[in-house]
């Protein structure tokens, strides 16, 4: 078995186009399966490793949720 790994910039025209196409292709194949991988952007997760090591906290819970929203 081959596993080919794409990056694809699905926010492009020829990124959407063949992410359809592929998916219309191969949608009933028992021989290929389209495995997809979600990434993520650097920034946003250094923001979140970063928040993650902070003591600066504020806990939002269901009461107080729409006070904490500013």
């Given at each position: ?31 290929i399966e ?8 650097a920034e ?8 993650h090591k ?17």
């Amino acid at each position: 078995m081959t596993t080919i790994t794409l990056k694809i910039n699905e926010n492009t025209k020829k990124g959407k186009a063949f992410l359809e196409m592929t998916r219309v292709f191969f949608e009933n194949s028992k021989e290929i399966e389209i495995i997809e991988e979600i990434t993520y952007n650097a920034e946003f997760v250094k923001m979140i490793e970063k928040a993650h090591k902070s003591t600066n906290r504020t806990r939002v819970t269901a009461k107080n949720l729409w006070e904490n929203i500013q």
